[in-house]
C-alpha cells in the first residue's frame, strides 16, 4: 500500500521543532557517559531524563532531533524519548527565553499573593503566562508546587528560587536580570547561606 | 509440571504453577473482564478491570498481575469486587465516545461486550467528554501506511505500545502528554511503519486502531463465516482465518474480506505479517483468471474446457513427436515445465506422476521450480521473523523428490531451463503458477523466447493474467490458495491444510484436476475424482513420513461465527482457539494435525539419506 500522508487526516497535536543537527558538546557528552554508568548496562534507559537534561542545558529546549540524539545515545527509540519529554512540564519544545520565570500558584504561594505577582509580571514584561516576550529574554510560567511554601510566594527563574516575592518587589527583579544577567539570581536563601559561609 | 490448586467462586482449580489468576480463571471458564492483558504479550495491569478479591489480602488485586498459589481463595462475585469493576468501567467509558454504531469494532469490540456484562447502566459524568476533534483537529488520524488511529476511542490500555517493543522489537508507539491529556502517538506523527502493524488492530481491545484495509468495509455481523486456513505467501504457514462478507452474488465487490491470525504455538503464535494479511485483493481481483483462453493469433480468445483440452492434447504430441525425431535426450526433454512453488504438495503429487508417465523414472528433470525470495525490512531482535522466501511449499516439493537446491531458504536455479529453452531444443514449457502476479520472479526471457520463436509453445496454467500468461498460447485458469483444499509443508518440515473458502471463479477449476485431465487425455491413468483421493495416493505412497497421514488431515470448513464474542472477534480468537477446542462453533477446526502424533508433524528436511 503507498503512503501518501498528505491525504490523510494529520493531529494537531503541537509537536517538537523538527531542530538542526544536534549533537553534545564534548563537555554534556563526558556528563552523560559519566551518569550512564550509573544504571545496568540492560537498563540505560533509566538516564533518559539526565540526557534530555543535558540536551536542554545546551541548547535551552529539547528538539526532535535532540530527541533523536538522545534515542541514539540510550539506544531506544525516538518515541520513547518523547513520551519522557512530552510527560515532563520542566522540558520544552519551543524556544524559551533566557530566564524561565516558573511563578509557583499552589496553595501556600496562591495564600500570599502568588497571583498578584503574575499579574505584576505579566504587565511589567508585557506578555502572558505561557508566553515569551519579543525580546526572547523572559519566558513567563505557572506552574505547581516548587517545594518552597515556607518561603513563598516563590517565582524559580531558571533553576534558582526567588522567595519571598512580594507583587511589588516584581520590577526590581526584572530589572535586575535585565542588568546584571544571571548575576541577579541571588533571591535564594542557599545563596545568601552560602555567601554568609563566605563571609565568615 | 508443578502445579497449584486455588479456589475461584468456589470452584477448585488446577494450574500450572506460575499462571496468574487471571489465566486460571480464563482456563476454569470464569469470566472475568481484561484490555491490557493479552496472552503475546507482557503483563502491564493498567486498564484495572480484572481486579477480584483474594483471601487474606487487604485490597483488591489485579487478577492479570497476581500469581496463583496453592489455597488461595478468589472471588470474582462479591458485592465489593462488582462495584469496584463496574466503578472502572464507569471511567473507562468516561471519555470514551460511545460511537459504536459507526465504529467498524462494533460487534466484536471487547468494550462493549465487557461494559455490558460488568460495566453500569448509566454514567455519572456531568462534563463533557474530552475529544480530540475540533477547529482543525481530527480524533481519526493517520497512523502509518496501514493504519488509522482514532483518539477518542483509545483506552490507553497499552496493548499496542507492548505490542511494538516486545514482539515488533522496534517502540515507535508512545503515550505522549499525561494526565487527561494521554494519547498514543507515533514519533513527530510520523506513524507506525512495520511488518507487523496489522497486529495492531488484533490487539486493540477498542476500535481505536483499525486498518485502512478493513475500515468502513464490513461490520462483524455482515461476516457470518469464516474459513480456518493457512497463508501461503511466504514459507512461514502462518495459520490464519478468513473471513467472508455474506452477499449475494450479484453484488459488486469481493467476498474474501479480511485475514486475521490463528493462534498456533508452533508456528505464528498470536500474529501474522501485514503482507499475508494485506495481498489478498488478487484472489478476486481484475487481473483473476476466470475462464481458460487459447491464442488466436494476436488474442487469447476465451473458450471452453471440452473445446481446448483435445487441442492442447495435439499440440502437446506435436512438441513432444518433433522433437522426438530430432534426436532427443532425457537431458533435453522436449516440453520442461516451470512450476512455483506456490503449487500445493496435491498438485505437485499429480504433476509428478504426469511427467513419469510421460517420461518415465528421469520425468522429474523435465521440472523446475521457481520462487522468489526477498529479504523483509525486520528489527533485528524481532520475535515474528517472516521468511525469506515467498513460496509456500519449497519443502514440498523438496519431500516429493523435486530438485529445488539445498535448505528451504536456497533461491530457484532456472539456468539449465534458460539455456534450453534459449538453445531452441524446447518444444514446449508448461507453467503451473497457482500464485499472485510475480511469484515465478523475472519471467521476461521466457515471454521474449515464446515471442522471437525460439519456444514453439507456451502453456500457463495459473491463477492470475501475468504478462507471462498473456504470451502464452493456452492458459488455464487454475485456482488460488483459499479456493482449494491443498497441503502445504512449512520452512519447519510442518505439512499444513489449507482450505477452500471461496469457489474459484467463473470456470476457473482446481490445479490437480486441470493436471489429472491432461494426463488423462494423454493416455496415462490418471483416476482421482477429488482432492482427498489425491491425499489418499500421496499418503500411500509416502509411508513412515507425515504424508502418510495426509489424507487424515482434517481440512477445514466453514465455521459459522454465529456468537461473536466466542468465534469472531480477532482479539479473542485465541482463547477460543486453544482452550475450547471441544465447544462449538470451533469444534475440530484448528487441529490441522488430528490423529498426528506431535512429534511426526516435523519432518527432517529430507526424507532420505
Known sequence: MDYAPAKFHKSARELAEPGGAFAYTPEHQAKFDANVKCYPPDQRRSAILFALYLAQRQQGYVTAAAMRHVAEQIGCTPAEVEDVVSYYTMFFTKPVGTYVLNVCRTLSCALRGAERVTAALSAELGITPGETDPTGTFTLIEVECLGACDRAPVVMVNDDWHECLAPEDVRRLVEDLRTRGPAALTGCHLHKEKAAEATS | ?609
Open chain 2, 1 to 609: 509440571m508443578e502445579t497449584v490448586t486455588l479456589t475461584i467462586d468456589g470452584q477448585p482449580i488446577t494450574v500450572a504453577k506460575g499462571r496468574t489468576v487471571l489465566q486460571a480463571a480464563i482456563e476454569a471458564g470464569v469470566s472475568v473482564p481484561y484490555y491490557c492483558y493479552h496472552p503475546g504479550i507482557s503483563i502491564d495491569g493498567s486498564c484495572r478491570v480484572c481486579v477480584v478479591k483474594i483471601e487474606k489480602m487487604p485490597k483488591l488485586q489485579t487478577s492479570c498481575s497476581t500469581l496463583c498459589a496453592d489455597g488461595m481463595v478468589v472471588s470474582t462475585r462479591e458485592p465489593d469486587v462488582v462495584d469496584a469493576r463496574a466503578g472502572v468501567f464507569e471511567f473507562l467509558l468516561a471519555n470514551h465516545p460511545l460511537d459504536c454504531p459507526v465504529c467498524d469494532k462494533g460487534g466484536e469490540c471487547p468494550l462493549q461486550d465487557f461494559s455490558y456484562t460488568f460495566g453500569p447502566a448509566d454514567s455519572r459524568m456531568d462534563f463533557p467528554r474530552r475529544v480530540f476533534d475540533g477547529e482543525g483537529v481530527k480524533a481519526d488520524v493517520d497512523f502509518g501506511p496501514t493504519l488509522m488511529l482514532n483518539r477518542n476511542r483509545c483506552i490507553l490500555c497499552t496493548r499496542c505500545v507492548r505490542f511494538m517493543k516486545e514482539i515488533d522489537d522496534d517502540a515507535q508507539i508512545g503515550i505522549v502528554d499525561r494526565g487527561a491529556g494521554s494519547e498514543i502517538a507515533t514519533f513527530q506523527e510520523q506513524g507506525v511503519h512495520s511488518l507487523l502493524s496489522g497486529n495492531l488492530m488484533d490487539v486493540c481491545p477498542v476500535g481505536a486502531i483499525l486498518t485502512r484495509d478493513y475500515r468502513f468495509k464490513s461490520r462483524p455481523w455482515d461476516n457470518p463465516t469464516v474459513v480456518d486456513t493457512t497463508c501461503t505467501l511466504c514459507s512461514k504457514g502462518c495459520n490464519t482465518s478468513a473471513w467472508l462478507k455474506a452477499k449475494p452474488e450479484w453484488a459488486k465487490g469481493s467476498r474474501l474480506i479480511r485475514m486475521t491470525p490463528r493462534y498456533n504455538p508452533d508456528v505464528n503464535g498470536y500474529w501474522m505479517c501485514d503482507i499475508g494479511r494485506f495481498n489478498y485483493h488478487w484472489v478476486e481481483g481484475e487481473s483473476r483468471l476466470r475462464r481458460p483462453m487459447t491464442r488466436n493469433g494476436d488474442v487469447l480468445e476465451p473458450t471452453a474446457w471440452h473445446d481446448l483440452q483435445p487441442r492442447l492434447r495435439d499440440r502437446l504430441r506435436q512438441a513432444r513427436g518433433s522433437s522426438e525425431s530430432a534426436a532427443s535426450s532425457v537431458q533435453a526433454p522436449p516440453v520442461r515445465f516451470l512450476v512455483s512453488a506456490h503449487a500445493s504438495t496435491e498438485e505437485l503429487f499429480v504433476l509428478k506422476q504426469l511427467v513419469e508417465g510421460l517420461m518415465g523414472s528421469e520425468g522429474l528433470n523435465a521440472v523446475t521450480l521457481a520462487w522468489t525470495t526477498s529479504d523483509k525490512a525486520q528489527p533485528a531482535g524481532t520475535k515474528f521473523k517472516v521468511s525469506r522466501t515467498n513460496a509456500p511449499n519449497v519443502n514440498g516439493a523438496r519431500d516429493l523428490g523435486y530438485q529445488v537446491g539445498a535448505g528451504n531458504e536456497g533461491t530457484p536455479d532456472l539456468s539449465a531451463l534458460r539455456s534450453a529453452i534459449e538453445s531452441g531444443q524446447t518444444a514446449a514449457v508448461y507453467v503451473l503458477d497457482p500464485g499472485p502476479d510475480g511469484s515465478l520472479g523475472d519471467t521476461s526471457w521466457l515471454i521474449a523466447a515464446r515471442q522471437n520463436g525460439t519456444l514453439p509453445l507456451l502453456i500457463v496454467q495459473g491463477a492470475v493474467m501475468t504478462d507471462l500468461a498473456s504470451a502464452a498460447d493456452f492458459v488455464l485458469a487454475g485456482s488460488a490458495f483459499v479456493e482449494k483444499d491443498a497441503l502445504y509443508t512449512n520452512d519447519q518440515g510442518r505439512v499444513q491444510a489449507a482450505s477452500r473458502a471461496i469457489a474459484p471463479p467463473g470456470e476457473a477449476r482446481d490445479d490437480w484436476s486441470i493436471l489429472v485431465a491432461l494426463g488423462q487425455s494423454l493416455g496415462l491413468a490418471l483416476a482421482y475424482e477429488s482432492a482427498i483421493d489425491v491425499r489418499r495416493a500421496l499418503a500411500a505412497t509416502m509411508p513412515d513420513t507425515p504424508y502418510a497421514s495426509a489424507d487424515l488431515l482434517v481440512v477445514t470448513r466453514p465455521v459459522a461465527a454465529r456468537n461473536w464474542l466466542q468465534a469472531s472477534n480477532p482479539s479473542e480468537r485465541w482463547k477460543w482457539d486453544f482452550l475450547y477446542q471441544d465447544l462449538p462453533p470451533v469444534k475440530g477446526h484448528s487441529v490441522q494435525m488430528e490423529g498426528i502424533s506431535p512429534r511426526a508433524a516435523y519432518i527432517p528436511l529430507k526424507l532420505t539419506e
